[in-house]
């Protein structure tokens, strides 16, 4: 892998690291405030999990699993 692109994608890997952390918090708040529909939270809880799987996806990618 290209040191650039490696570059991107830990870039990238951030980003999404702190959206996820973002929607977490929103999540919380949200919860204990009481302001929310049921829906408003499943949406921001399926985005959550979204954004999971691609902070997953750019994991395997910058380390990959090398079976010995």
Avoid at 21 to 38: E, W
């Amino acid at each position: 892998m290209e040191t650039q692109d490696e570059e991107q994608l830990k870039a990238a890997l951030a980003e999404l690291e702190t959206q996820h952390r973002d929607l977490d918090d929103a999540i919380i708040a949200m919860s204990q405030a009481g302001s929310f529909t049921q829906l408003q939270l499943q949406r921001l809880k399926k985005r959550k999990l979204a954004l999971k799987d691609e902070i997953t996806k750019i994991r395997a990618i910058l380390i990959p699993d090398i079976i010995a």
